[in-house]
């Protein structure tokens, strides 16, 4: 569900014609509706409202600070996987004790910062990690909250990239060893074992890998309280799936709920949910204006001003997303492939797909790019990172602007003999 509809035959964010804002602040720009990110929060909220839990928003999914801020009011906590993401949460209200962390290269100062903040707890990924927090937190005399990650050995039947609870992955620890891990943990001064960690995997778009992979994390959780290690704190992850292309009857936050609750609900834990696409994939869109058409030979190329550098997906994982036109136009149906500026054949938006021929000038919106879109954004080709809007009802708001050339060299250090 989302707030990007057409009026007659022009696009809007909520109240706002898309045309409007791409007027004020060019293209690229990335756009996103207020109300459909408090609608997907609160989806969760409610469907998990019976169950004690945090819900704590990945971060790497978008980390501006406005929507991290909205979230925040919401009372969400944050998913972090850098002292860059604890630096962003901190700073857009997220409580410390709302803030899970995870990732398999954690440094000595992120995890100094981190204990320093007094987070809920570090999700811990290996033995030598293990062992560094143990040895930082007593350097820093206190006591660090941590569940394991642990890998349950579960296809989440996503793309390989995002697919993260095969023992083949360098996630997580595998669930044979976890029990012998959890002694180990249970055994260091410096360490307070408090929960239990999974994440198998992104855009998971059945119910079932989530069961499968939490009816194993159960029985470990129910044997490690049988030797006396308080799990008090199931964390679940992310990965919910979300529609790409108009797919039908993808399970929610209310059909994770569903299948998640009866099998822990005579356990007193307080749940973690980590979703990021979830809530903001389909909250926002990204605009980019039609540069040149381009007849080749083989194919006909619509070039756009927006790059792989602005939103990656497609280029990186061969994702689908949909490509309307910002005004509405009945020109021609065509197979083209929607393309950016940047010089690799990798940049592509779309590959052979039909739309009313553009022209010039126009206007188009990828959808869905909410969620790992300018996250994953870079200065590639010397490209300047996108603007950012969040619209509310009738108003938008600039919540980023677009990067200067001057930001493009701002960390450059020429030394003195090179002048
Ligand atoms: N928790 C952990 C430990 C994670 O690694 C991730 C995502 C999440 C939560 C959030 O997952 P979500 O609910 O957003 O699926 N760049 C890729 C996705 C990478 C996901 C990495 N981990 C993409 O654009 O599809």
Same mark, same amino acid.
């Given at each position: 569900m989302n707030d990007f509809k057409y009026r007659k035959s022009e696009l809007y964010a909520e109240d706002v014609p898309v045309a409007k804002i791409a007027e004020r602040t060019g293209t690229p720009v990335y756009i996103y509706s207020h109300g459909t990110l408090v609608r997907h929060y609160r989806a969760f909220k409610e469907a998990f409202d019976g169950y004690p839990h945090v819900i704590c928003f990945a971060?790497?999914?978008?980390?501006n600070a406005a929507i991290l801020r909205l979230l925040a009011r919401e009372g969400c906590g944050a998913d972090v996987v850098s002292g860059g993401e604890l630096f962003f949460a901190q700073k857009s209200g997220m409580p410390a004790n709302k803030v899970v962390y995870a990732g398999v290269g954690k440094t000595e100062e992120e995890i100094a910062y981190a204990l320093k903040s007094r987070i809920l707890m570090f999700n811990v990924e290996s033995s030598e990690e293990l062992a560094a927090i143990d040895r930082i937190a007593g350097k820093l005399k206190t006591k660090a909250p941590i569940a394991l990650r642990v890998n349950p050995d579960i296809n989440a039947s996503t793309h390989p990239y995002i697919s993260? $609870?095969?023992?083949?992955?360098? /996630? $997580?620890?595998?669930i044979e060893k976890a029990l012998e891990y959890y002694g180990l943990a249970a055994g260091l001064r410096n360490i307070r074992v408090i929960g239990i960690h999974k994440h198998i995997g992104s855009q998971i778009t059945k119910v079932e890998p989530f069961v499968d992979a939490l009816k194993k994390i159960l029985t470990l959780a129910q044997d490690l309280r049988s030797r006396g290690?308080?799990?008090k704190y199931l964390d679940i992850g992310g990965g919910l799936g979300i529609s790409y292309?108009?797919?039908? $009857?993808l399970p929610g936050p209310k059909e994770l709920a569903k299948a998640i609750i009866p099998l822990i609900k005579l356990y007193d834990f307080t749940l973690i949910l980590e979703p990021g696409r979830s809530i903001v994939g389909n909250a926002g869109i990204l605009v980019t204006r039609v540069l040149y058409l381009k007849q080749q030979p083989e194919r006909e190329f619509v070039i756009v001003d927006a790059g792989m550098n602005d939103l990656i997906r497609p280029s990186l994982y061969d994702a689908y997303h949909h490509i309307q036109h910002v005004k509405k136009n009945r020109r021609p149906l065509k197979p083209v492939d929607v393309v950016?500026?940047?010089?690799?054949? $990798?940049? /592509?938006?779309?590959?052979g797909r039909m739309i009313n021929l553009p022209r010039h000038d126009d206007l188009l919106a990828v959808m869905s790019a909410g969620a790992y879109g300018f996250s994953m954004s870079s200065n590639y080709n010397g490209r300047r990172r996108a603007a950012e809007v969040l619209v509310r009802g009738k108003e938008f708001f600039v919540i980023r602007e677009r990067e200067e050339y001057t930001d493009l060299i701002k960390e450059i250090r020429v030394p003195d003999f090179l002048k």
């Open positions: 971060l790497k999914a978008n980390s993260t $609870g095969l023992k083949k992955h360098k /996630f $997580g620890i595998p290690i308080d799990i292309n108009n797919e039908k $009857g950016g500026p940047i010089c690799e054949s $990798g940049d /592509f938006f779309a590959r």
